[in-house]
């Protein structure tokens, strides 16, 4: 690879986009990446989301638009070459259609390889996509980028596998996990971290409060755990709260509405508009980070609280067992009330023996990515028809 392009995503103050950027250029530059950033323009400077769940509506499309614009014109002037390499942080990016246009009429010279990142796509059943009934024709965008791609990121076994069904058949990798920066997220709190047995008996709860991450699994679990701990039992008087980095909104006004009752009820506390550097101050000052997801592809969340020294509790489901290096203490059996509950008393009481690893490994997920743009990881190619074979392997130890 001789020059990348890095084709980002816009920030957003409550999204981990607000930092993603960073995350890739610090490393890029360690490696010593001749790279150039190939922005766009923001429609304001809210750096909110306004129309949608994920990223906004008007601002990712606007967005995309002038970064597809920007890209035609450098590749117009010549400024990539075959032996250059376009990685879109999102495979889904409006505009992208330009470039099998244009490829399909140029010099094999000028015509760099793309590289795509699958953040989650019509291939998750549980996705925002089908909330919004976008899946009939986002399933024909995904076969167009499909088509002419040449390299596309999963983040996890489970996904590849999403893929190959889909009967996606551009080169598939697995990162094994989300873009992440430990160093800066570390550098965001001021100080050592807090020692556990000082911090607050809180667990958190730092997913949307969307449908597909189940709040109100979260909200019935909070409602067994008091029945459970009533009187003057010491787990009784556990905080149970909510992080959000927005208003808490969602596409099920019901939990919603649930969540405001417990509040006023003194059952829950929601922690809203929170910015970054707070919300890490509080997970610095928290026991365990709790998740019940049904569509999370592994989650940055679980790598932040990993990274300032809360316990993480997530389901057994999907991509966590991979991200969780098959560890059965923190990984419980889903919708299980029970499972969940006995493992959550052990872990507010002590810091998990492993600790610190998931984020580790999780930080070295854009080098993996790097080595893969470099031609140095087909270890992550999955080519074969036999895509289940990793699933069972612990990706660390």
């Known amino acids: 690879m001789r020059k990348l392009g890095y084709v980002c995503l816009e920030k957003y103050e409550g999204r981990y986009t607000l930092q993603l950027q960073e995350w890739n250029e610090r490393v890029f530059k360690r490696r010593g990446i001749d790279y150039v950033v190939i922005d766009g323009e923001t429609l304001d400077n809210s750096k909110s989301i306004v129309t949608g769940q994920v990223l906004d509506a008007h601002g990712r499309s606007y967005f995309s638009l002038t970064q597809m614009a920007n890209l035609v014109k450098m590749l117009k002037q010549g400024e990539f070459t075959s032996q250059d390499v376009i990685y879109f942080e999102d495979m889904f990016t409006p505009g992208i259609e330009s470039l099998p246009y244009i490829f399909d009429q140029i010099p094999k010279e000028y015509r760099p ?39 596309v990121l999963a983040s996890n076994e489970e996904m590849v596998m999403h893929m190959k069904v889909a009967g996606w058949e551009s080169s598939i990798y697995n990162i094994s ?33 969307d449908a597909e991450k189940q709040p109100h699994f979260y909200l019935d679990f909070i409602q067994a755990w008091h029945e459970k701990h009533k009187g003057n039992h010491p787990m009784g008087s556990v905080e149970f709260a909510i992080f959000s980095g927005s208003q808490l909104r969602g596409n099920d006004q019901s939990a919603i509405d649930r969540i405001r009752d417990f509040e006023s009820r003194g059952l829950i506390k929601v922690y809203d508009n929170l910015g970054k550097n707070d919300y890490y101050a509080l997970l610095n000052d ?20 990993d990274t300032l020294g809360a316990n993480v509790l997530y389901p057994a489901y999907r991509s966590f067992p991979e991200t969780f290096a098959n560890d059965p203490q923190r990984l419980y059996v889903p919708w299980s009330q029970e499972d969940a509950m006995t493992k959550l008393e052990l872990l507010l009481q002590a810091p998990h ?23 140095k990881g087909e270890q992550w190619k999955r080519a074969s028809v036999d895509y289940r074979k990793h699933t069972h392997e612990s990706k660390y130890q």
């Open 286 to 305: 928290t026991r365990v980070l709790f998740n019940c997801a049904l569509q999370d592809w592994v989650s940055n969340t679980v790598s932040e609280a």
């Open 113 to 151: 390889r793309v590289a795509v990142r699958c953040l989650a796509q019509s291939i998750d059943p549980d996705d925002f996509v089908h909330v919004w009934g976008m899946g009939k024709w986002m399933g024909l965008y995904e076969k167009m980028a499909d088509s002419f791609v040449d390299v």
């Open 353 to 375: 023996k492993n600790m610190g690893k998931i984020s580790t490994w999780t930080d070295g997920c854009i080098d993996r990515i790097l080595d893969i743009l470099e031609d």
């Open 177 to 209: 996990g989300l873009a992440f920066g430990k160093d800066e997220v570390r550098e965001r709190v001021s100080g050592d971290l807090k020692p556990f047995d000082q911090r607050t008996m809180r667990v958190g709860f730092a997913a949307r409060t």
